[in-house]
């Protein structure tokens, strides 16, 4: 018997992010999912060596690299849509259980638990590493288009730097003061200088 869930997967591509905002780049939510991980083991990297933390990093990498991977069914909702009320997002987050059933159910069943604990059953504390690491990537994206001269993406780059203010996270603040501006940088600018911040 064939089992889907990698070729699901390799799908995520063709999904689009930000479909309501003009981009001057398309992003899809497999390169999105690659970033959130990164993203999530440097924040854990930062708890664990900067700030004496016992964050287990590889756990929560492997969990922000399934993050969205319902989203092979259910499309990118954007949040404007998502968050509309209180009804619609109810209905939406019970599509997304239906979806993540689904997905779960394409993979073996001698190894299905495994990708259960990291897609439909994170755990929470862990996931809040996840959490803070797509927002960041969100503000990254942010900060690229409006260094290009996008205006589309000012109030959406103001909104998620408030929600990471209120996760009270100094690694997320570590992250922001320390590397958040090469992201408005040029090529030549971040090679001149490749370890100089400002």
């Known amino acids: ?6 070729a699901y997967l390799y799908r995520l591509k063709y999904i689009d992010r930000w479909s309501l905002m003009w981009n001057m780049r398309r992003e899809n939510v497999a390169e999105h999912s690659f970033y959130v991980s990164t993203i999530a083991h440097m924040l854990c990297t930062i708890a664990n060596e900067v700030y004496g933390r016992n964050v287990p990093t590889d756990r929560v990498v492997s969990i922000a690299l399934f993050h969205d991977a ?29 979806a993540v059933e689904r997905l779960i159910q394409t993979i073996p069943p001698e190894i299905s638990d495994i990708y259960r604990k990291l ?16 927002l960041l990537e969100a503000y990254i994206k942010c900060l690229t288009e409006l260094s290009t001269g996008n205006r589309e993406f000012v109030v959406a780059k103001q909104q ?17 003061e ?21």
């Open 70 to 98: 319902s989203e092979v069914l259910t499309g990118d909702i954007p949040q404007p849509v998502k968050h509309n009320n209180e009804q619609i997002l109810r209905n939406f987050r019970e599509i997304e259980d239906v």
């Open 1 to 6: 018997m064939n089992h889907h869930f990698f």
């Open 119 to 134: 897609i439909q059953e994170p755990d929470p504390e862990l996931y809040r590493w996840v959490k803070a690491a797509d």
């Open 178 to 198: 320390h590397m958040s501006a090469s992201f408005e940088k040029t090529l030549d600018e971040i090679t001149l200088n490749p370890s100089q911040g400002e």
């Open 160 to 176: 998620i730097l408030e929600s990471l203010k209120k996760m009270n996270m100094p690694e997320v603040d570590y992250f922001l």
